[in-house]
């Protein structure tokens, strides 16, 4: 056996190494020769060696010179109180440049002390104009820790406390974040995912999110709740909320709840639920100058556009029945629906308590 080994020929040798050299060696020296005999080649080729190097010098002359330098810049997609510093941060970073030499990574790093910035795009247009578009990951909660109070994105990035305002839904929350870093909590993070969804005319009118025992509960500022369950479908959530909000027939209700979005159902305090004619739905509400829900709703109506009103019109979602044909229960809770409707049994409107908060 010893001897067989001993005796097979060696597949490879160091010789086999340089062939792929050698192969290259014969080319070149075949080009060189096929330049040396023949006269314009060889021009042509003396011409390129001395041009290559002028050409790469002059490029790098013009890209620095003032030709091409950064005179006029237009920052957009900035909002808040930071808008101007981030302007003035951007702008003093683009005057250093030319539209040949755009460094975005520079501009990033002159706004990284802004955490409202997620990125920034550059678009140069020659000779001298710099346009600069900015991405914003702007607040949608203020965050509370230990009687700290900081503003929170969407995404759950802390932005800080000079981003609050009073505006901003409050959460709760047990772990404290450095500005830039993410919040800790499942909770926390299902808030802010929640009320990043939220449509703009709603957000307005928001108090806070915690999370309850019907889980996780949207409070607006008028004292009506809204039943999420958990982070899970926000967009379709606040869609079916905004539906309900837009038909008439949810004028007056506490809470509406939209844990399964396809079937949403609203809730109504003892001796307030809708009348079982429709023409005289809101009849029981005179005394009250304007519900809070139609006062939501109307706001719905006015701020936006096209599809948001379609789905505010007079007729319910699809596959509803509108209140005046449901029923004509006496009961002291009734369900308006917009959609397909799940009955309530409960009297009176949930409340929620202050010991029932969580920020995960």
Known sequence: MERSLAARPSTWSLDSLWRPFDVIGG??????????RRRRLRTAFLVVLVALPLLAGGWLLLRKSSFVAVEHVRVSGLHGPQARAIETALDGAARGMSTLDVRTGALRAAVASFPVVRTVRAIPSFPHGLRIEV?????VAALTVDGTRTAVAADGVVLGPALLSGALPAIAGYHEALVGARVQGPNVLAAVAVLGAAPMPLRRALARVYTGPDGLTVAFRSGLLAY???????HAKWLSLARILADPSSAGASYIDVRLP???????????????????SSAGQSSTPESTVAALAAG???????GSTAASGAAPASGSTSTAEASSTTAPEATAPAAPVEST?????????ATSESGG
Do not use: N
């Open 262 to 280: 396809e079937r949403p159902a609203a809730g109504f305090p003892a001796g307030d639920a809708p009348s079982s004619d429709g023409a005289d």
């Open 135 to 139: 991405l914003e990951q702007l607040p």
């Open 345 to 353: 049994s409960t009297s009176g409107a949930e409340t929620p308590s």
């Open 228 to 234: 999420f369950g958990d982070g899970a479908r926000p």
């Open 27 to 36: 080319l070149a020296r075949s080009c060189f020769l096929l330049i040396a």
């Open 300 to 306: 719905l109506s006015a701020d936006t556009s096209g």
